[in-house]
């Protein structure tokens, strides 16, 4: 169902569509940033954008160099399709779930077409167990973001 692609080779699609005016990530707003989380590689695992329904991309990495830098990925979700049949993902104009291994990755809710509030992450899943969160806050390692924000940057946090 999907072929396993270098960095270059993943959907990113997400770039020819709009930025929510403000995504609230685990009680952080994002107010027109483009990715919430990316990697020195280059790889962001998820993005939202603008739609009737949220638009969603989703990778994984599946193979790592030396120094455990992810070098070859998958598409799980790209432009809110399913790409992998261990991803179960519920869409709708409210907002959206994605769940692997019956552990909920992303939900997102209060989606009004221009605003969306993502209240849980956890991409253990997809090989980030360091990144979780909920309406409380953001975790990413030891540390915790909660109620804070950013406006016209391309990156939220980068790992």
């Given at each position: 169902m999907n072929n396993i692609?270098?960095?270059e080779d993943i959907d990113c699609s997400y770039k020819d569509y709009d930025l929510y005016n403000c995504l609230t990530v685990c009680s952080n707003q994002l107010?027109?940033?483009t990715n919430v989380l990316k990697l020195s590689s280059g790889w962001v695992p998820f993005s939202i954008r603008k739609g009737e329904s949220p638009r969603v991309w989703l990778s994984a990495p599946v193979e790592f160099d030396s120094n455990n830098n992810p070098i070859?990925?998958?598409d799980l979700i790209v432009n809110s399709?399913?790409?992998h049949e261990a991803v179960?993902?519920?869409?709708?104009?409210h907002g959206f779930q994605?769940?692997?291994n019956n552990i909920v990755v992303i939900e997102a809710g209060n989606h009004n077409g221009i605003d969306l509030e993502i209240v849980k992450i956890d991409l253990s899943?997809?090989?980030l167990p360091q990144v979780i969160g909920d309406i409380?806050?953001?975790k990413i390692g030891g540390m915790t973001m909660s109620r804070s924000g950013v406006k016209n940057s391309n990156t939220f946090i980068g790992l």
């Open positions: 692609k270098s960095l107010v027109d940033t070859k990925f998958l399709e399913i790409k179960s993902f519920v869409n709708s104009v994605v769940i692997i899943p997809i090989g409380k806050g953001l």
